[in-house]
């Protein structure tokens, strides 16, 4: 089963400049779940005034802030993200094979 990925957005601070509840940080979380395993890195993204269209603060949508985060992360950062959950998922489905420490031999 391929692994479905998750954005959820966890929290987002304002400032009143240059418009009342203007974001300027948002707390992320991606989540990857693969059968019956699941991992989730998060993330805090900031943001600056930049050209373009306000929405207040009150008609702001989940898809809306996850496409701003996704497009500060661009499209390597966003593939970085899923792998590094990617990576955590394959090592629960295969532990890695960790070395274990042996009393040495001539020692009694």
Same mark, same amino acid.
Not at 29 to 42: F, K, N, P
């Given at each position: 089963?391929?692994?479905?990925?998750?954005?959820?957005?966890?929290?987002?601070?304002?400032?009143?400049?240059?418009?009342?509840?203007?974001?300027?940080?948002?707390?992320?979380?991606?989540?990857?779940?693969?059968?019956?395993?699941?991992?989730?890195?998060?993330?805090?993204?900031?943001?600056? #005034? $930049? /050209?373009?269209?306000?929405?207040?603060?009150?008609?702001? !949508?989940? +898809?809306? %802030?996850? &496409?701003? #985060? $996704? /497009?500060?992360?661009?499209?390597?950062?966003?593939?970085? !993200?899923? +792998?590094? %959950?990617? &990576?955590?998922?394959?090592?629960?489905?295969?532990?890695?094979?960790?070395?274990?420490?042996?009393?040495?031999?001539?020692?009694?």
């Amino acid at each position: 089963m391929a692994t479905a990925f998750t954005w959820t957005v966890d929290n987002m601070w304002t400032m009143d400049t240059p418009e009342p509840g203007f974001v300027v940080n948002v707390a992320w979380t991606l989540t990857g779940v693969d059968s019956q395993y699941t991992a989730s890195i998060g993330g805090n993204s900031q943001f600056s #005034v $930049q /050209e373009g269209t306000f929405t207040p603060y009150n008609q702001l !949508t989940a +898809a809306q %802030v996850i &496409g701003w #985060v $996704q /497009e500060q992360l661009g499209e390597t950062g966003v593939s970085n !993200t899923e +792998a590094c %959950v990617q &990576g955590q998922i394959n090592s629960m489905i295969n532990p890695p094979v960790s070395p274990e420490m042996q009393p040495l031999p001539w020692v009694a």
